[in-house]
């Protein structure tokens, strides 16, 4: 069976613990888009680069 494309947007303070999820459990068809950290400081942005990130992604993976 093959598995589908996933694409995780997330913080990149989480990135390390992510990255080592998806080594850990062997997630190949995992991929991780992080966030600038800068929107740490202007979060009333976060929902917009989400919905950029998402637009940008869409056509590439089955599921994000």
Do not use: Y
């Amino acid at each position: 069976m093959t598995k589908e494309s996933v694409l995780v947007i997330a913080c990149g303070a989480l990135a390390k613990e992510i990255v080592e999820l998806k080594r850990l459990n062997g997630w190949s068809h995992l991929q991780i888009q992080c966030l600038p950290a800068d929107l740490h400081n202007r979060p009333e942005k976060i929902p917009g680069a989400v919905r950029a990130a998402i637009e940008e992604h869409r056509v590439e993976f089955d599921n994000i």
